[in-house]
């Protein structure tokens, strides 16, 4: 069974890989939140670059056949360069949905909300150029809600205000389709549609990136048949406990295992495997 590495900054990637191991149940996983580091968005691209490299070499010492970027500010900063320093290991990684969202807008204008890095990279401005062309793009980076949405705060009154302030000057300009361009924000969909109403589409591009892995798995011969689900290992840089019960909030999972991870460096090192084991649960 192949093991697939996905990382993020934090809990975003979490809404890939829940839709990842609906569609590839019998794979394992091997899930790392940079905690000590959320959030990237502010970050120059160069420094969250250094920080996808780390991640990639751990994940590749721990057996890790692929990797998915699970996060849209680590794909903008370093795909490219990932797929270039590590050749033989195939990488899924995320860019906003304009595409699928300049194909369906009927008004012809699409809100994208993601990271101010997000916005600067190459990546972004390609995919605009490339497929959005005729559309219009606005675009916002709902400064303070990645931290939000960390501290599980997904239907708080201060997560729906700085939703709000981001979405009314789009939805005054007519926007009919909303473009979740940050991992975190599947995990405030529901926030979106009430603000947004039911006249406006938003894209999840989880299941996308799922299709995706799955292709890659196949076309790299990593056999996806098997008897039982795989399993998840999840590890943080930050606090396991904390992170633990993030995991069982957003996802529904009881008493999941969590590592801890320390950066030395530019390496990440293993501080303690299971650090959140029997003596902290329930
Ligand atoms: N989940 C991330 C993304 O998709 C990162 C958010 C952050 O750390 O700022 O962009």
Known sequence: MPTIGVFDSGVGGLSILRVLRQ???????????????????PRPLLEVRGFAEGITRYLLS?????????????????LHYLRQTFPQTPFVGMEPAVKPAAEQTHSGVVGVLATPATFQGELYASVVERFAQGVTV????????????????TRSPKTRAILERSLAP?????????????????????LIREIAGP????IDPAPAIARQTERLL????????????????YATTRDAAHFREAIQTLLEESAPQVESLIWEGQ?????SANSCNEENQP
């Open 218 to 233: 196949r076309r790299h011969n990593l056999s996806i048949t098997g008897a039982a689900p795989g399993g998840v290992r």
């Open 170 to 190: 789009m939805l005054a300009q007519g926007i009919d389709t909303v473009v979740l361009g940050c991992t975190h924000y599947p995990f405030v969909m529901p």
């Open 23 to 41: 569609r590839l149940p019998e794979a394992a996983y091997l899930y790392i939140a940079d905690q000590a580091h959320v959030p990237y968005g």
């Open 138 to 153: 606005l675009q916002d980076t709902c400064p303070g809600l990645v931290e939000q949405i960390e501290t599980g705060a």
């Open 267 to 271: 390496s990440l090192l293993q501080l």
């Open 199 to 202: 006249e406006v589409r938003v």
């Open 62 to 78: 721990q057996g890790a056949d692929l990797i998915v970027v699970a996060c849209n500010t680590a794909s903008a900063a370093a």
